[in-house]
């Protein structure tokens, strides 16, 4: 009896911070995106959606209770659209590492089937801001099949967006730097490896779909989705060739292309800007292939991108460094990117190229996956104040906060 007594008093306690279908957020300032920047805001959500975007200066409604942060400013979640998070440990010892597969073919595997809700590292990157991830596997030419997940649920069905939000296909040559620079420049056997599993894989579902019979194949079947639901191919490439080859593809067989890591983007401007192909940076703390290319050349390309007005996204790969996330575009903002381009990059411009029209941006409508932070976004110091997945606070700390905490109190570890 005790005991249900006090399991009642609990959810009555605690209810109101976990359900409540209604409320304002009240912040110094709310960066919409999509819009200009508001100096004052208040946010009617509504249902995990964003009713309606108010001023100070607009009476507030009846029947939302007020949650302010007077000097909070609050920012759509992050999106990281190619990450290991759920699938990796903080080390890369195989136990732990479900990233890859052996095997150079392996469209089957679903990042899905391995996504570990239950990770450390989960509730780290979320409240470091980011609160929607494309889980993406990396190993072989076709690697997988990546899952768009949010970092917020009890368990895989409850997180998922799209189980199979994207094919990841390796165009990136990885012989020696030696047998590169003594061959001529030519279609790499994976690039052939590719084209031709991508052939097959279109011929195996234009049969299935007229009805036709045929063997039974558990990888052209695995990407039928491609075919059917227009998903989006992601190559991974980094060099003119490789970036060539891989608009090349994307137009010969009609699919959404999308570009990974582009090292040598800059190079090829204005031919990824006629391809329509958006980019997908990878970690900006990747070392120059070359010494004669400059120090600065990864940090260059952001900045080139926009200019170019070619859409793209910043990534980070690894999850145990989240918190570098949105600094590494700050560290963009200072070779020519500019401050509104890099929030963009980290929001609005990852959810629209997966297709994600109602995240990413505060407008009305929208989800209310929101970040509040006590300062700007981009820069190192700025702490997350709140997190809010679909109109929820998240209330339960990481292991950074709780030893935070424990210091504050000045205990001993366990």
Request: aromatic share 10%; charged share 25%; net charge neutral.
């Amino acid at each position: 009896m005790k005991r249900t007594a006090l399991f009642l008093s609990l959810f009555l306690i605690l209810f109101p911070l976990f359900s409540a279908e209604r409320f304002a957020l009240k912040a110094k300032r709310v960066v919409t995106v999509s819009g200009a920047p508001m100096e004052g805001g208040v946010l009617l959500i509504n249902k995990g959606r964003i009713e309606r975007v108010l001023s100070y200066q607009d009476p507030l409604p009846e029947g939302y209770p007020l949650v302010e942060f007077k000097e909070g400013t609050v920012y759509p979640g992050l999106i990281n659209l190619y990450s290991s998070l759920g699938i990796t440990g903080v080390g890369w010892g195989s136990v732990w590492n479900d990233s890859k597969e052996v095997g150079n073919l392996n469209p089957q595997l679903s990042t899905f089937s391995a996504f570990y809700p239950w990770s450390n590292l989960l509730p780290i990157v979320r409240s470091f801001g980011t609160l929607t991830v494309l889980v993406a596997p990396n190993g072989g030419a076709v690697s997988g099949r990546a899952s768009l997940m949010k970092t917020s649920g009890w368990n895989p069905d409850e997180m998922v967006l799209e189980r199979d939000a994207a094919l990841i296909v390796q165009l990136i040559d990885k012989r020696p730097a030696r047998e590169k620079e003594t061959m001529a420049p030519a279609p790499s056997k994976r690039t052939k490896e590719v084209r031709e599993f991508l052939q097959a894989s279109r011929v195996y579902s234009l049969r299935a779909c007229a009805g036709e019979k045929q063997a039974y194949s558990p990888l052209y079947e695995a990407t039928r989705f491609l075919w059917e639901k227009k998903r989006p191919v992601i190559f991974a490439a980094n060099t003119v060739e490789e970036i060539r080859e891989a608009i090349k593809i994307s137009q010969e067989f009609a699919i959404p292309g999308v570009l990974l890591g582009a090292y040598e983007g800059e190079k090829l401007l204005p031919e990824i800007r006629l391809s329509g192909l958006p980019v997908i940076l990878s970690s900006l703390y990747e070392g120059n292939h070359k010494w004669e290319e400059g120090y600065d050349m990864v940090y260059r390309l952001p900045g080139l991108l926009e200019k170019s007005e070619i859409p793209f996204a910043f990534s980070f790969y690894s999850s145990a460094n989240a918190f570098d996330f949105p600094v590494q575009a700050g560290r963009a903002v200072a070779y020519g990117l500019s401050s509104e381009g890099a929030v963009k990059a980290l929001t609005m411009t990852p959810a629209r190229i997966m297709g994600l029209k109602d995240r990413g941006s505060i407008d009305v409508g929208s989800w209310a996956d929101l970040i509040v932070l006590d300062g700007d976004l981009l820069e190192g110091t700025t702490k997350v104040l709140a997190v809010f997945c679909e109109g929820k606070r998240i209330q339960g700390m990481d292991y950074f906060q709780r030893e935070a905490e424990r210091a504050s109190r000045r205990e001993s570890g366990e």
